[in-house]
């Protein structure tokens, strides 16, 4: 088994793929397999979340580039700039992890919040694509690596939320 504790920076090469749902991509403690049947054991630091593009190492010194598996998801448009945040904000309202792109959202497919976004007047789709949501307002840039720099950690402050508070003398 080909076990993973090591985030990386962006690197030139890498040995193998570990394709994974978002779901999957929130976890820290993982066993799954490569394309190629391998079993892997991932324990990373809780609170990151992988995503497309991420560098990991084994401890075998292997290098596996995370990628994005293609899942059933909504994909969200609107005749205006208007209706669509309209439809961001009650999505937001809920919680509801959100890809955001250009002139269009996507959502994990959900038959509730289909029938809600399209009776604000949206038009939706059910496809399948890699799903890639927004870190949240404290996370960071979603391709950062490291919890130092905020690298995907949704709803938490970073590490400072877990350093002890100095005291002012």
Request: proline share 4%; charged share 25%.
């Amino acid at each position: 088994m080909l076990v993973i504790s090591k985030l990386l920076p962006s690197q030139a090469r890498y040995d193998a793929e570990l394709v994974l749902p978002f779901e999957l991509r929130q976890r820290s403690r993982l066993r799954t397999t490569l394309p190629d049947g391998e079993e892997v054991g991932l324990f990373l630091e809780r609170g990151h979340i992988l995503r497309d593009g991420d560098f990991l190492q084994g401890e075998d010194g292997r290098i596996v580039v995370v990628r994005a598996q293609s899942e059933r998801v909504l994909h969200i448009s609107c005749a205006t700039e208007a209706e669509l945040l309209r439809v961001a904000y009650h999505l937001g309202n809920r919680h509801v992890p959100l890809q955001v792109g250009t002139r269009w959202v996507r959502i994990a497919e959900d038959e509730v919040l289909r029938r809600m976004v399209e009776g604000l007047g949206a038009s939706v789709q059910a496809v399948s694509a890699p799903f890639e949501p927004e870190s949240g307002a404290y996370g960071g840039h979603h391709h950062r690596h490291g919890a130092e720099e905020g690298g995907g950690i949704i709803h938490q402050f970073g590490c400072a939320a877990r350093q002890p508070r100095s005291k002012v003398v």
